[in-house]
């Protein structure tokens, strides 16, 4: 399926290029868009969840608009693994509390500045 190649695509280059996070930002959308390694993070959420949180896939859900603690709590749940899911599991386990929160409260305000 195209989509989980090209999650393990973005998947690979995200931890190839993991880098330290500067002071946390309050505008969630322009932290995402100025720093490289949240971009990097955007690019894998978009591969299957659309540019701006819309699924072009019917079986992949929408995010845009989502409520942010729901999402969190999703992810919080792949990365345990108390939810599974072949590529989410994979992809939650690389993010950090702090990436979670930041990428949930991004779609939540629909990738906007």
């Known amino acids: 399926m195209l989509c989980e190649r090209s999650s393990a695509w973005f ?3 995200f931890v190839a290029s993991v ?3 500067a002071d ?3 505008n969630y959308a322009a932290s995402i868009q100025q ?3 949240y971009q990097k993070l955007l690019a894998m959420c978009v ?3 659309g540019q701006d949180g819309t699924s072009p896939y019917p079986n992949i859900p929408n995010l845009k608009w989502q409520n942010p ?3 969190v709590l999703q992810l919080e749940a ?3 693994g108390e ?8 992809v939650a386990r690389l993010l950090s509390p702090e990436d979670i929160r930041r990428m949930s409260h991004y779609f939540a305000s629909g990738g906007e500045n």
């Open 24 to 26: 946390e930002p309050t």
């Open 19 to 21: 880098s330290v996070l």
């Open 69 to 71: 603690e729901y999402m």
């Open 47 to 49: 591969a299957c969840h």
């Open 35 to 37: 720093n490289k390694r």
């Open 83 to 90: 939810r599974q899911d072949k590529t989410m599991s994979k």
């Open 78 to 80: 792949f990365r345990s």
């Open 11 to 13: 998947l690979s280059l």
